[in-house]
């Protein structure tokens, strides 16, 4: 299975006392106390033999590392260095997540700051087309331009929830994310469809959009094994972006700066950061991380291409607002949600555990439908304990289940049950 | 007239050779050079007895006030500590304006930073309701939640090209902006309607909202010549927020924080920061910021009452790229267009000056009525000296007019003709 550089450290651990730390369960056992208590809890972290598993963080280790100095100290839940998640509270209400708050997660470890000292000169192979050229950031740049919001959601965001609810005896591996690795931003560049029609269409026969990272890859290990490389259907070229810039400034070098393939409702995997080449292609990549990796596979199963790959994001949503014990009163309840490849056309929010619900309107600008919208419903909330949920309706009628059935991979999760937040209104 | 501190300073120095530098014209007169030139070249600044007359700049100074570290140093021209503009090439391509990118314009310097200490605890009176009480933004936030994305605009941006349009002999005071005192951004509070509401009502007989900064007053002047008390009409109760938080984070003091009432479509002057008193009225405040300025009134003629109040934003566009001389060949012509009160329903963009013109698609998400899109046309520029202008019409059918006649406060700038962009192509 892939192989990158963090592995290769977690597997030097794996004999230690580190690779046996169970997870607390937060959101779905927390007795709510008196006085404050939030539904995210400090976990320590689970490690194992999954595609997600990081490097040995110190439990309790709150610092971001220096690359990532530039944001927020207190956004975010470190998981490791490569693996960090925005605070459930502090994804901000304004639609359009601050960069400075946006979750990181990489497979890799990024390459170096080099590559964005000169961003116009960062080049990109286009293969699979009629005539098949490099070309550079600046000559992108003169193509087209476009832009688009996107929820940016790593594959395995709400992966604690599917945990928590496992059988006896079953595992899943993988980083614990409640909601914080999901954002919502809006990317500027070239439409890929542009540079492919620049250069003469695409080749015969190609059916997917096949994409590589720039990372530099580890010594030692075979390519395939470690390489960023994901291949999507060939039907997003009318809405892959070829992006230079988030919320506009420069795309940072911790997003995937200085170009960014962006693939619009697609899970964040398949977004390749760094991307150097773009190649419409006749099959899917055999790299691991497409082949083997990141597909729908039972509990216990291995990953294998046969399965479905981790692609579009299914329609989800979740509360940021309260989150904590409060008092009685009028409260405003609030929170994000989105239809993954459609908009989301209504939510509806619960604060008795989903046996009663109430539409909850849908608040600010609407970015389109790979975006998120924001809720907000204001009601009095009695004194006692409430389980507070929401659910979300897409635009082709798909309603969030209650719970999503557990995969090996942990991915997908996209339950109304796994995020409810409970609290005590005084 | 309003006399806050920075007129203090101002004319004190009336007398000296910093009263009567001109303004070296820049877009209109451009002439292309060999290599690169822009369309924004530095200008020395004005001085005069208008309304925005600020502090005595060092002509040449470009560093931010130590108040405004947190901005991005080059992105900005520094008029003043308090009249700090976007430059034209940098406000982003994102739709949204990236907050350490927005221009920064007072009338009056700002509190101390001692009111974002806690902001929560800020406290607005509600008045001209059927039970006025003051909240604090704890109280506002158990009421609502609301978020719009408005263009956030200065009265005076574009007053360079009206006064470069001047005849010989007449004069309009105040700060040189071209186009770089606007920005979009997304605002996030409680929508004023729904704090009316729940304080009874409005109280019979009221016309007007009438906002009320919190700046501290400098001493030894008359309070209604200084205060920053703005008043609107009834009608905007519909979409009026009191905002605590601009594109997903606390509202910066800079920029109004904590809390700012937002008046979507509304100029810049009119959006109260530091907000502290909220009233429904029977008439427009007499305070001399809006009795006596930020009217609309003939070149040479005094401010006054009768005169229609700076409120809404007529239809407006200009090009933010290319600004450059470059080489042949395609490039793409992008920028910024908005209706004011109405979305913009299209946009034109034309290379030869305004003889002919090609309609430009229009780019990004749309974020409503009140925010701006962004166009952009990828075209073959040939060799040669071009023009480059673009034009907006709204919703409402209104077509950017080539000129805007000029008036005394040199208000409400929107032609085309004046940020067209003059650049060789070699």
Redesign the interface.
């Known amino acids: 299975m892939s192989e990158p550089t963090i592995l290769h450290r977690r597997r030097f651990l794996a004999g230690t006392a580190m690779g046996a730390i169970g997870v607390a369960s937060a959101a779905r056992a927390q007795a709510p106390g008196a006085g404050t208590s939030t539904a995210e809890a400090p976990r320590p972290e689970a490690h194992g033999a999954g595609p997600e598993a990081k490097p040995a963080a110190k439990p309790g280790a709150k610092g971001l590392p220096a690359s990532l100095a530039w944001k927020d100290p207190d956004a975010f839940i470190v998981h490791s260095s490569q693996t960090v998640e925005t605070k459930r509270g502090l ?8 960069i400075d ?1 946006l979750f990181i997660r990489n497979n890799v470890n990024p390459p170096s700051d080099a590559i964005v000292a000169d961003r116009d000169a960062w080049r990109v192979e286009i293969a699979g087309v009629a005539s098949p050229r490099t070309l550079s950031v600046a000559e992108l ?9 996107t929820v940016l959601q790593c594959s395995g965001n709400g992966r604690k929830y599917m945990q928590d609810a496992l059988q006896p005896g079953q595992k899943i591996s993988g980083t614990p994310w409640t909601v914080g690795a999901a954002g919502c931003v ?3 560049g070239v439409p890929l469809k ?1 540079v492919v029609d620049a250069l003469g269409g695409p080749a015969p026969g190609v059916r997917f959009v096949t994409g590589t990272g720039g990372e530099e890859l580890p010594a030692g290990l075979k390519p395939k094994d470690v390489m960023v490389e994901r291949s999507v259907p060939l039907s997003t070229l009318d809405t892959v972006l070829l992006a230079w ?5 420069p795309l940072p070098l911790a997003h995937g700066g200085p170009l960014r393939m962006i693939v619009p409702g697609y899970s964040g995997v398949n977004n390749i950061k760094y991307v150097k080449t773009v190649a419409l292609t006749e099959a899917e990549t055999d790299a691991k991380i497409q082949a083997a990796s990141y597909r729908m596979h039972g509990v216990g199963e291995k990953a294998g291409p046969a399965q479905p790959s981790i692609w579009e994001q299914p329609v989800r949503s979740w509360i940021t607002a309260p989150l904590e014990n409060g008092a009685a ?4 309840v ?1 929170g994000v949600a989105f239809g993954g490849m459609n908009a989301v056309a209504r939510v509806e929010v619960s604060i008795d555990g989903g046996r009663t619900w109430a539409d909850a309107p849908l ?6 439908r790979y ?1 998120w919208r ?1 809720f ?1 419903l ?1 009601l009095d909330l009695p004194a006692g304990t409430h389980v507070l949920a929401s659910r979300a309706t897409d635009a082709a009628g798909t309603v969030q289940p209650e719970e999503t059935k557990p995969n090996g991979g942990g991915y997908s999760y996209n339950g109304w049950r796994g995020p409810a937040v409970t609290l005590t209104i005084a």
Chains 1, 2 share one sequence.
């Not at 740049?141 to 919001?149: E, P, Q, T, Y």
């Open positions: 994804i901000g209400s304004g639609v359009v997540t601050p708050r740049k003169r193509i087209g331009l476009a832009s688009v919001a809006i990317w500027t542009a810039e988030v919320n506009g400034e009163g009028r409260t405003v609030t608040i600010g600008p609407d970015l389109g975006a924001l907000a204001a």
